[in-house]
């Protein structure tokens, strides 16, 4: 814990925008941490402004490492304060796999309130990488197979995406504010839906870049100029579907060859067609979109 009498006054200290830059866990999530389970306690200036020592960043490697083992954010203080390394509990009500169920019954119900809560709720305790892993694609692989030939699975896509494309474009708006890295322009594949998308969109802008993201696909003709007047270093495009053969073996291979910035995939659509594209310039991110993003963030800068 970060107070005067563990830190001396020579100690470096880092305000939360650095700290949330190192670690990569968002402000939001950090102040979270401190006032709803105290598992930081950073100094402050005598504004206010949160400063933290090297040791609050370790701390919050420590609590990532627990998080990412599936330790709800509820019971990882109990195991920081252990004196030597513990074994994960099993899993708790409130764990990954409760959610998983809620979330989905939530959007099997039409029930945005419960939506809106565990979207947020998830976001603000969890890093996004976790929340995709843990929570996003595990649920939306789920629903897809229950989507599959139902009455009311049509009705359910187009609430979720509408749901979506609501919360993950006002969390855009503000991301791209302030974004510092390669301009990156995502779109869907024509026979899906924006779903794989939408999250790749929230992945993406969670690792810095400033995302342009159309939420229909374009014809592949135009998507040269679409990269040409977004001034994008790399095109993304996302899909849960196989997609038709003719794009996969012929038009996506073209259009690779013919831009000067990465062309890549990402969604199952990476893992369908891996086969296929495996001898083309099309840069197959897999459907990890966590693991995406890291793959892409080489692409991007070796542009």
């Not at 509820?74 to 764990?95: I, K, M, N, T, Y």
């Not at 086969?275 to 979109?289: C, I, N, R, T």
Request: net charge neutral; hydrophobic share 45%.
């Amino acid at each position: 814990m970060s107070d005067q009498a563990n830190h001396p006054a020579a100690a470096p200290l880092y305000p939360i925008r650095e700290v949330s830059r190192l670690t990569g866990v968002n402000a939001v999530t950090l102040r979270a941490w401190e006032r709803r389970y105290g598992l930081l306690q950073p100094q402050r200036t005598p504004k206010g402004h949160r400063l933290y020592a090297k040791d609050d960043i370790t701390r919050v490697e420590h609590i990532l490492q627990w998080l990412n083992r599936g330790v709800p954010v509820s019971q990882v203080r109990e195991l920081l304060e252990q004196p030597e390394p513990v074994d994960a509990p099993p899993p708790a009500a409130g764990d990954w796999p409760h959610q998983r169920q809620q979330l989905i019954q939530a959007v099997e119900a039409l029930d945005t309130a419960c939506l809106e809560t565990l979207f947020n709720q998830a976001l603000a305790l969890y890093p996004v990488a976790t929340c995709l892993d843990e929570l996003w694609q595990p649920v939306l692989r789920e629903l897809e197979e229950r989507w599959d030939n139902r009455l009311g699975a049509e009705l359910q896509r187009r609430a979720l995406e509408s749901f979506l494309r609501t919360r993950i474009g006002t969390r855009l708006y503000h991301t791209n504010a302030r974004a510092t890295g390669a301009t990156l322009l995502i779109l869907p594949l024509p026979d899906d839906g924006p779903l794989w998308g939408l999250l790749a969109v929230l992945a993406a802008a969670d690792r810095g870049y400033r995302v342009e993201w159309l939420d229909a696909p374009l014809p592949t003709q135009e998507l040269p100029l679409a990269v040409e007047r977004f001034h994008a270093q790399a095109l993304l495009l996302a899909s849960g579907r196989a997609e038709r053969a003719d794009l996969v073996r012929r038009q996506l291979p073209r259009l690779a060859d013919q831009l000067q910035v990465p062309v890549a995939l990402c969604g199952p659509v990476a893992r369908i067609r891996a086969s296929d594209l495996a001898a083309s310039a099309v840069e197959l991110l897999g459907d990890d979109l966590a693991q995406s993003m890291t793959r892409l963030h080489s692409l991007t800068h070796a542009t």
